[in-house]
């Protein structure tokens, strides 16, 4: 009989649960619809710039959750965290300026 070499276990890195990332996603996309509401808008009084960068917020944190898990920069290079980091830092500064200026 022939002898078999235990089988060697390789140690992968622990993927995140895609159907938990989806559901934040649905839910970060509804609190996006309910602050654009006019019931929020007049019970809570905000202003039309606290709601932009309240919807801005929202919007960095969807990417955020997309760019991380579904594009799998999260188990990449820390170079390519920095890149993309760099970049959407200057993102948020261009469309605040833009905001505050118009």
């Known amino acids: 009989m022939a002898k078999h070499s235990a089988a060697k276990t390789e140690k992968h890195e622990a993927h995140p649960n ?40 929202f919007a960095v944190a969807k990417a955020l959750f997309v760019v991380g898990y579904y594009m799998h920069l999260k188990f990449d290079s820390r170079i390519f965290t920095v890149m993309f980091s760099i970049g959407i830092l200057f993102a948020l500064l261009l469309s605040t300026t833009f905001m505050l200026l118009f």
């Open 18 to 57: 895609y159907w938990l990332i989806g559901i934040v996603l649905a839910v970060l996309t509804v609190l996006e619809l309910t602050v654009t509401s006019n019931w929020f808008i007049t019970t809570f009084s905000l202003s039309q710039v606290l709601t932009d960068f309240l919807l801005l917020a």
